[in-house]
């Protein structure tokens, strides 16, 4: 399974000597990776390459300064009326909050969104999920855009941006983050996607931000970063049988349920689900952790009630408050995505977590991701994926994280990052 914007599907099927699966340096998929990545970096871009965003030919450039490559433009000059549509179709603002029109988007994305390379998987974002994903403090509804068919209102065409303030070394900067990118299949190749994004840029333009953050597992000019997921087996058994990882040489089913198998209850003393009231420490403990990182998210205590405070079936969140000194000391998280399983007769859906935002001060980083699966598993969840950003590192291979078959690429728009960033440099996650 692979994350947000990357397939959402398969592990890498190499296997470590414990039945685990493992990156081998040189391995098939690695090298063809890195072909892959090359053959990348010579395709031409009709569309990306008129656009302000590092550009594949000025990769080796050292002379050109990092941070803003265009100056912002006048107000009076962003263009007023919207991108041109082929006749038949218009522009609408999707209203989040009618419930009709939640499920319009709800279809759209769940028929037409991401899929594995193999399409054996679809993300299946929830209404609820959506609705927290798209109204954090300060959003824009006009950022919320539709493509409708003229004749008949259906919807066959998603974008949609938020606002975040997003810190780019020492540069804060209030920047749009763009997802939910989606064409209808019977509508792909048809350059509609180009326009979407334009129609949105010029949307972000007049409310004077320049400035977006977008991830996507296509190669585009050009990442800042380039991710991988991980994956740790919570129901081993659907997962082989779902065909989203494979039997291990030399294992059997029971030696791998064996394997994956998580304590009943969580170690931490303190260990509890966040609340309202912890929303002022645990914004002091997430700014002093993200502190850290080249680029990651400024956030703020509305931020941090908006995307941490639990809200059911879509983000979790727990810490450890010290039993005797009352003191908040370490912050997981993780949020719900399921996968549709496409043409599977038994099993219809792939109930995953994703890693969020987690700080360790005091409790063991190790140990606190121990106790987020072992809730994960009382949770129900099939699997908990993780990319290999912030200190994820630290954990994945000893708590049986396996490596993903895709990659997940980050994107400043009209933003210069000199030199690509390591993953673990990175402090931000998107949806
Ligand atoms: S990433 C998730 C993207 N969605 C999916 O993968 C869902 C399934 N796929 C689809 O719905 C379609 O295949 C999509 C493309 C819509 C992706 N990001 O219309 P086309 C370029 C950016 O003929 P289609 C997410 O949501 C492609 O390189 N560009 O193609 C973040 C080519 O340009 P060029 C992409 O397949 C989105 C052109 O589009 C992507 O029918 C961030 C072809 O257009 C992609 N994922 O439709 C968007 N895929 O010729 C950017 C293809 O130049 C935001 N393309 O190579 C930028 C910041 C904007 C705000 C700025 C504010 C200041």
């Not at 692979?2 to 599907?9: E, H, M, Y």
């Not at 959506?130 to 954090?136: F, I, Q, T, V």
């Not at 326009?195 to 333009?205: D, P």
């Not at 000194?325 to 599977?344: K, M, Q, R, V």
Request: charged share 25%.
């Amino acid at each position: 399974m692979v994350g947000s914007n990357s397939s959402p599907g398969g592990q890498d099927q190499n296997q470590d000597d414990n039945g685990v699966p493992s990156e081998i340096e040189g391995s098939i998929e690695s090298l063809s990776r890195k072909a892959q990545n090359a053959l990348a970096l010579a395709k031409k871009h009709k569309f990306w390459e008129t656009q302000p965003v590092g550009q594949f030919k000025d990769v080796d450039n050292r002379k050109l300064p990092e941070g803003p490559i265009e100056d912002p433009t006048p107000l009076s000059e962003v263009r007023k009326e919207p991108y041109n549509l082929p006749n038949q179709y218009e522009w609408c603002t999707c209203d989040i909050d009618s419930e009709d029109t939640q499920t319009e988007i709800y279809n759209l994305l769940t028929n037409n969104y991401v899929e594995d390379d193999e399409n054996m998987f679809r993300f299946d974002y929830s209404k609820e999920f959506l609705k927290w994903a798209l109204r954090p403090p300060g959003y824009f509804k006009s950022w919320h855009i539709g493509v409708r068919v003229k004749n008949t209102r259906k919807l066959v065409a998603f974008i949609t941006g938020v606002p975040a303030k997003i810190r780019a070394r020492d540069r804060s900067i209030l920047m749009a983050e763009i997802n939910f990118l989606c064409v209808h299949k019977k509508l792909r190749s048809k350059r509609l996607a180009p326009v979407l994004i334009k129609e949105v840029t010029r949307r972000v333009h007049l409310e004077n931000i320049w400035q977006a953050a977008y991830t996507a597992g296509v190669v585009l000019p050009t990442p800042i970063a380039t991710c991988q997921y991980w994956h740790r087996s919570l129901n081993p058994k659907k997962l082989i049988d779902v065909g989203f990882s494979r039997l291990g040489a030399r294992m059997t089913m029971s030696r791998t349920i064996k394997l994956y198998r998580l304590p009943e209850s969580t170690i931490t003393p303190g260990f509890r689900a966040m609340e309202r009231h912890d929303v002022p420490a645990v914004t002091r403990l997430l700014r002093n952790y993200l502190s850290k990182f080249a680029v990651a998210p400024d956030f703020n205590e509305d931020d941090v009630e908006h995307w941490l405070l639990p809200t059911e079936n879509v983000v979790d969140s727990f810490l450890v408050e010290n039993p005797d000194t009352h003191e908040i000391t370490d912050f997981c998280s993780f949020y719900t995505l399921p996968s549709s399983i496409l043409g599977n007769a038994n099993y219809s859906m792939l109930k995953a977590a994703y890693s969020y935002y987690n700080v360790s001060t005091q409790t063991p980083l190790l140990q606190l991701m121990n106790d987020a699966l072992i809730v994960a598993k009382q949770k129900d969840y099939d699997v908990f994926n993780a990319l290999d950003i912030m200190q994820n590192e630290s954990f994945l291979k000893e708590l049986k994280f396996g490596p993903g078959d895709g990659q997940l690429h980050y994107y400043l728009y009209n933003y210069r990052i000199k030199d690509a960033l390591k993953p673990s440099e990175l402090g931000l996650v998107l949806l």
